[in-house]
T-cell receptor, first 110, second 114 residues
Framework: QQPVQSPQAVILREGEDAVINCSSS?????VHWYRQKHGEAPVFLMI?????EQKGHEKISASFNEKKQQSSLYLTASQLSYSGTYFC???????????FGAGTTVTVRA | NAGVTQTPKFQVLKTGQSMTLQCAQDMNHEYMSWYRQDPGMGLRLIHYSVGAGITDQGEVPNGYNVSRSTTEDFPLRLLSAAPSQTSVYFC?????????????FGDGTRLSIL
């Protein structure tokens, strides 16, 4: 099953922060985060493997709560380049399937 | 390195026609997969493979066939195209490491079925 992402869309002004959530009904082994610009392929941001693990990529960071089967992506001091659609991908312990959520569209305005 | 190469980039088919979407990677990745992307539904997994000769179904496999005869290639076949298969198709590949490897995506194939 696909993980559930929220919100569906968010509009920010440069410098503002945002949080994107990803949750699954299944026990998770890992969570991936990708960003896709319009008309382009998704691009890898980060992977979280352990419960409670946090990782960062520039001013974009993420956390993974294995017990709650949830992950959150944090956009800090957003820049115009952060605009795009963000997808979380989840992998269960039982197989190699990587299932993606429906995406969160982020628009950053000057 | 070319990375993940998908061909064709665009294709228009008539209902009932068959075709093969090609995907090739030159990174010696064991894991390859196909996704379709529709507005509001994100990326949905069609089929995936963990190595030559091994394939398995994803979330939306109906209407699609795959095979993996070499490490480099993972073609996706539409046996009898239907308008519901109009979508953007992405192929992805990675090393086979449980949870630890980023997916490399091709540029996509935009398929319209009339």
């Amino acid at each position: 099953q696909q993980p559930v992402q929220s919100p569906q869309a968010v509009i920010l002004r440069e410098g503002e922060d945002a949080v994107i959530n990803c949750s699954s009904s299944k026990a998770l082994y890992s969570v991936h985060w990708y960003r896709q610009k319009h008309g382009e392929a998704p691009v890898f941001l980060m992977i979280l493997l352990k419960g409670g693990e946090q990782k960062g990529h520039e001013k974009i960071s993420a956390s993974f709560n294995e017990k709650k089967q949830q992950s959150s992506l944090y956009l800090t001091a957003s820049q115009l380049s952060y605009s795009g659609t963000y997808f979380c991908g989840t992998e269960k312990r039982s197989d190699y399937k990587l299932s993606f959520g429906a995406g969160t569209t982020v628009t950053v305005r000057a | 390195n070319a990375g993940v190469t998908q061909t064709p980039k665009f294709q228009v088919l008539k209902t009932g026609q068959s075709m093969t979407l090609q995907c090739a990677q030159d990174m010696n990745h064991e894991y390859m997969s196909w996704y379709r992307q529709d507005p509001g539904m994100g990326l949905r997994l069609i089929h995936y493979s963990v190595g030559a000769g091994i394939t398995d179904q994803g979330e939306v496999p109906n209407g699609y066939n795959v095979s993996r005869s070499t490490t480099e290639d993972f073609p996706l076949r539409l046996l009898s195209a239907a308008p519901s298969q109009t979508s953007v198709y992405f192929c992805a590949s990675s090393y086979l490491d449980r949870g630890g490897q980023p997916q490399h995506f091709g540029d996509g194939t935009r398929l319209s079925i009339l």
